[in-house]
């Protein structure tokens, strides 16, 4: 029966895309073989996600949102009835849960290393590793520290809004500006 089970499950892997390691949630390989197979089903979860997130996800926003509208349930909005405000009003980020890590000391290094070089966005890299947008990761750092300050316990590295400076020089298409540490 296990041989008809492996190769079952090589068939089922290779026709969804996700390598059998991830299939099976057994890694047996080397580090750099579990490595690969992690990130080949990462990129294949993502793909899925963001299909579901502008085929399934937006449209039932934007229906709700068109809904909500209609019945006055939201207040103060305006000039909803031009299609680029309401394009406007009814966009949305649409984050799902982080990828996981193996080595998180060398993933944190190549992290630092993409956001030194205004490879990636500290608003991308903070969604790709904890799935939460950045406004809500700054604010928990910043009533962590509070929290901290008001027991009297020194802060261990907890870095807040302040600790990013900008720097000259423009990151990507959208012209967000790199950001340094202090």
């Avoid at 296990?2 to 089922?12: C, L, P």
């Avoid at 026709?15 to 990462?42: N, Q, T, Y």
């Avoid at 984050?95 to 070089?117: F, H, P």
């Amino acid at each position: 029966f296990g041989a008809f089970m492996k190769s079952y499950t090589e068939i089922i892997s290779a026709a969804s895309g996700i390598p059998v390691d991830e299939v099976l949630l057994r890694f047996e390989a080397s580090f750099s073989a579990a490595r690969a197979a992690m990130l080949k089903a990462w990129l294949f979860y993502r793909t899925r996600r963001k299909w579901l997130s502008w085929m399934w996800c937006q449209p039932a926003y934007s229906l709700w949102f068109d809904e909500a509208v209609s019945r006055g349930t939201l207040p103060h909005i305006f000039g909803y009835s031009d299609p680029r405000r309401r394009m406007a009003y009814q966009k949305a980020l649409w984050i799902g849960s982080g990828r996981g890590t193996i080595d998180e000391l060398k993933e944190a290094q190549a992290d630092e290393k993409r956001l030194n070089r205004g490879i990636i966005s500290l608003q991308m890299e903070v969604a790709n590793i904890s799935g939460e947008s950045l406004k809500t990761v700054l604010k928990q750092q910043q009533r962590a520290k509070r929290l901290l300050e008001k027991f009297g316990i020194v802060s261990t590295g907890i870095r807040t809004a302040q600790t990013f400076q900008p720097r000259p020089g423009l990151n990507g298409k959208n012209g967000n500006r790199r950001l340094q540490k202090t």
